[in-house]
C-alpha cells in the first residue's frame, strides 16, 4: 500500500504547486473618492456619470469603466500602480478640466493601499438651501439655485424637478411621484418652490425619499440636492 | 531468382520513368479539394457563388432570420414599439438603457467583410477570361454591396476608415496600414458617389430583387443622401453629439445639398427610369392588401430585399412570432406583440387622431358589442401590420382577451391561457381567458393584446421549425423612396410637393381625404414613417438622425396618459410598451352591458424598465480593443 502514499504526496505538492503558478492574487486596493465643488459633493443620478481609470505600460489600452453613485462617489478594487482618472467630455453636471487640445485631463493616482481622492469639477450650477416637507399628502421643496459658470461656457436652466420614492434612489427614472418647473416658469431663481402629491404607497410606508433635480440645457446628467429622507 | 530480377528490372524502370519527370511539374499538383482564383474568375457561374456569399453576409439591424445571439424577432422587439413575450428576452423590457457598444457590428466582422469585398473587386477587374457584360456587372455588384456596407457603418459609428483596396501586412511598419477615421460626410458621400457610378452597369430590371439593380443602387443613394441631410441639419439642435474633426457631425449648411440630392434620387425611381416600380395595389380589403405586399415577391413594390428560399435559406420569424392558438409547432409562437404605444398613433380615417376609446369623459368604460369594434374607423395599415383581437390568421380568429369583468368590476381570470372557471353564482366551468392570453408573465402568448401580422407567414407549414418559412425581407420599398421624396421636399420648402407624394401612400392605407400642403409638417414626416416603416428596422436609425432618440427614449416611466396624449407630435417620449386588454362583462342582472367587451390599458407586468437613449448612444461605440490595435481611431463623444 506504500505507492499510493506516495501518490498522495505527490498529488498534494503538484495541487499546492499548482495553485501558486497561475493565480494571481486578487486586487486589494481600495480607491474611493468623490466628486467636489469646494467642499460640496456633487449629487447625480445612479448610473448615469461614468469616470474611466487607464493604467498605461501593459500594452494595450482600455479604460476600467464604472460610474459614479448617486452621491457622488466612487470606489473602485485596483492593483497597486499608477492609474489616470477621467470623466469623458460631455457626461456629468459639470465641466472636467480639459487639455488645449480639448481631451479630458487627467487626475495621476499613485495607488499603494487604500486611497481616497477627491475630485474637484466645476458644476454650472448648484442647488442650495433646498427644504422639502411634507403635510398632508402634499411633499413641497423649496431650494435656491446658484450659478457657478458663468463666462462663455455657461448653460441655461432646462427645468427643476422635484422627485419623490419610496426607496433612496431618487431620480428621473426612480420615482412615484414627480413634478417638473420648466425654466420658463421661473421667476426667480433664488426662491423656487414646488409641489407634487405623494401617491398611497403598497405596502404602506410612513416616510418617502425625495430630491430636487436640476436639468441644464444641453447636458443630460441633472445635478441633485442631497438626499432626504422624510417621515410622515 | 530470374523472377526477382525482373520485378526489380520492372521496378527500376518504373522508378526511373518517375523520375524523369521533372520537378516543378511532380510537386505542381492541381488542389482537388479547392478552387483557384484564376479557375473561379474564369467562370461566371462560379464568380457568381462569391458573390451570393457576400450578398449573404450583409448586415441588417433587423432581420428576418437574425443570427445565433439575436433570432429574427427579437431584432424587431426593442424600443417600446412591442412586447417581447418570451422569458429569456425580458431583459429587453428590463433595462434602463442600452450600453454605448449596442448596435454596433464586430470592428473585425466588419472589416473582413469589407477586405473580402475589396478582395472580389480586385480579381474580377483582373480577370481575362470572364466576359465583359459579367464583369462588369459583378464589378457594380461588389461596389454596391460595399457602399451598403460602409451605409450600415456610418448609420452606426458615424465616420469609419474608408479602405478601398485590400491591405497586406507590413513586414515591419505597422501604422502604414492604421487608418484614421474618415469624416462621417465623407462616408455619406463615397455611398452616393458609389450608388451614382454604378447604376449604369446594374440592370434596370423590376424583376432583379435579391441582386442588385439599378432602382436599388438609386434607392440606397436617396436614403443615404437624406439621412446625410438630417443628420446636417437636426445636428445643429444636439451640439454635444459631435466631434471637432467631423468624424462625427455635420455641417449644417450641407443639409439643402444633401436633400436635393434625396430628392432627385427618389425622382428617378418615380419617373420611371430605374425600371417601373409602384405601389402594391391589388385591391380587395385594404389591410390584406398591405399585409400581402409583404408577402408577394413579385409585387411592383419591392426594390431590393433579402430573399428565403425551401430548400436553401428559411427562417423562422413565423415560427416564433404565429398566434399562439393557431400555431403550427406546439411551444413556439407570440414573441413578438406590438405595443400600444403604436396602435395608439393609427390615424382615423379623417385625417385625424384620437385614443382608443376606453372609458367615457366620465371615466366608465365603453362597452363594445364586438372586440374589434373599438379599432374601426383607422387607418388599414394597423389591421395591416397588427393582428388584432378576434383577427383572423389563416382563415380563424385568434383567442385574445383577459377575462370576464363582473358588475362590480371585479377580474375573474386565470393564470393559464385558456382555462376553465365556473362564474359566480353559476356551477359550469367556463374558459376565463383567451387561449392566446393576454397573461401576466405567460410567455408566448401576447402580453400586449396584440401579435404582429407583417411579415407572418400564411403559407401551410411555414409555421414548422423544420420547414421555416421564405418570406422577404425587403430593404428597399417604393413606398419609402415616396416617404423619402415627401421628406427631402417639405425639408426643401415645398410641402405642396410633399403632400403629394404622402397622400400616395396614405391612400393606398385608405386615408383618401389628402393632406393640404399646409398639413404637412415635421410631426407628419415622422409619424408616417413610424407607421408606414413599422417592424422595417427603421425607427432607430429614423430617431437618430433626427436627434429626436434621447426625447422619445428619455428615461422616465410611461403613463397611460403618456399613451393617450400627443398623438402623432413628434418626440413624444415612450419609453414602456403597454397593452390593452380585453375583458368580457359578465353581469346578468344588466342586459345592457353583459357580454359585451371593454378595455383596459395596461402595462405588462414584465415591463419594469424604460428606455434611455444617452447622447452616448447616438454613435455605437467603438471598443477599445479596435481603438488599442489602432490608436489613430478616436472615441466617439460622450462615452
Redesign the interface.
Known sequence: MKPSIYLFGVLALAAVAGCKKDNYPAPGDMLTGHLLYKTDTIQVER??VPFQIYQYGFG????VSSTFSQDGTLSAVLFDGTYKIIV????GPFMWKQTAG?NPDTVNVTLKGNQNIDLQVTPYYMIRNANITISGSTASATCKLEKIITDANAKDVERVSLYINKDQFVS??DNIA?KDLAAADITDMNNISLSVAVPTMTPTQNYVYARIGLKIA???DMIFSPLQKISF | MKKLLSIATIVAVVLGMAGCKKDSDFLNVQPTTFLTTDQVFSDPNLALTVLADLYNRQEDISSLDGNSNDPGWRSFADFSESFPSENGSSYIVQR?GWPYSQWSIDWSTAYTYIREVNLFLERDSASTQLADADRKRFYAEGRFLRAMYYFELVKRYGGVPLILHSLTLPSKDITTIQFARARESDIYDFVIGEAEAIKGDLPADPATKSRASRAAAVAMECRAALYAASIAKYGATT??VSL?GGEVGIPASKANDYYTRALNAAKEIIAGTDGTYGLYNNGGNLSDNYANLFIDKASAESIYFEDFKTGGKVHSFTTNDQPYSLSDEGGDAGRLDPSLNLVEQYEKLDNTFAPLATVDGTNNPIYYTNLQDIFAGRDARLAGTVLLPDGLYKGKKVDIWAGYVLGDGSIVTSDEAGHTKALPGTTTPVQVVGTDGPVNGLELRTQSGFYIRKYIDPAVGSGRRGQGSTVAFIRYRYAEVLLNAAEASFELGHPDDAATYMNQVRARAGLTTPLAASDITFDRIVHERRIELAFEGHILFDMKRWRLA?KVW????TSVTDIKTNLGVAGTHSTQPWGLWPYKVYNPGDPTTNGKWIFRETRPALATG?N?F???NYYSQIS??A???NPKLI?Q???
Open positions: 448610473n448615469q494595450k489600452v482600455g479604460p469623458p467630455n460631455g457626461q480639448g428621473g427614472g414627480k444641453g447636458l443630460e | 434602463t451640439p454635444a471637432p434621447h428619455d428615461g422616465t416611466p424604460y434611455k444617452l447622447f452616448g477599445n480593443d481603438i488599442a490595435a472615441r463623444p460622450n462615452q
